[in-house]
Antibody, heavy 117, light 111 residues
Framework: QVQLVQSGPEVKKPGASVKVSCETS????????IHWVRQAPGQGLEWMGK????????DYARSFQDRVTMTRDASAASAYLSLTSLTSADTAVYYC??????????WGQGTLVSVSS | QSALTQPASVSGSPGQSITISCTGS??????????VSWYQQFPGKAPKLIIF???KWPSGLSHRFSGSRSGNTASLTISGLQAEDEAIYYC???????????FGGGTRLTV
């Protein structure tokens, strides 16, 4: 079955960077885009961008354009999200999701990133 | 402020039907080139896709959930409400290419 397993929770100080991983299994990694979505505590969902697992090209939401980098390692069937210059507003659960006809068919369990001094 | 507008909460009794609206603009929900999906989310859990391409069900999903779209508004109807349906529901518009996902603010369903 399709599974997306994300890395564990992170605690960072303001100004630091974070890298979250998303290891996939149960399907051919190069067949589907991987999206990243975040959810601040008690808030809604916010799309951050997506990465093409074949080319490695990524599209980012405008609000994250300057601080986000999405990468992948096809040999490890894994995708990665890097976010720099963290502030308390970046405290959120970060999800990876496998594309399903353009939308999010399969989701990782989420990774809590806490930013605090 | 979310790109798509949903009511903050709805409620219903077991066995009843409820409808959650999702209002956007001609550039998203009202666009013929974009589609709408719906997610169900329980506390502390990842969202789960329940409707895609406006009104299709992922394999194995209950047909008590149904989707529709008219003009700039999409709707999710849940029939035969059950206590286990208590969750937050999000709508999302999406398309191919570089089109970003847009989400509604979420609707908390109380049964």
């Amino acid at each position: 079955q399709v599974q997306l397993v994300q890395s564990g929770p992170e605690v960072k100080k303001p100004g630091a960077s974070v890298k979250v991983s998303c290891e996939t299994s149960g399907y051919t990694f190069t067949s589907n885009f991987i999206h990243w979505v975040r959810q601040a505590p008690g808030q809604g969902l916010e799309w951050m961008g997506k990465i093409n697992p074949v080319s490695g090209n990524a599209d980012y939401a405008r609000s994250f354009q300057d601080r986000v980098t999405m990468t992948r390692d096809a040999s490890a069937a894994s995708a990665y999200l890097s976010l720099t210059s963290l502030t308390s507003a970046d405290t959120a659960v970060y999800y990876c999701a496998r594309d399903f006809g353009g939308t999010g068919g399969y989701w990782g369990q989420g990774t809590l990133v806490s930013v605090s001094s | 402020q979310s790109a798509l507008t949903q009511p903050a909460s709805v409620s219903g009794s077991p066995g009843q039907s409820i409808t959650i609206s999702c209002t956007g603009s001609s550039g998203d929900v009202g666009s013929h080139s974009l589609l709408v999906s719906w997610y169900q989310q329980f506390p502390g859990k990842a969202p789960k896709l329940i409707i895609f391409e406006d009104n299709k069900w992922p394999s194995g999903l209950s047909h008590r959930f149904s989707g529709s779209r008219s003009g700039n508004t999409a709707s999710l109807t849940i029939s035969g409400l059950q206590a286990e349906d208590e969750a937050i529901y999000y709508c999302s518009s999406y398309g191919g290419g570089s089109t970003p996902w847009l989400f509604g603010g979420g609707t908390r369903l109380t049964v």
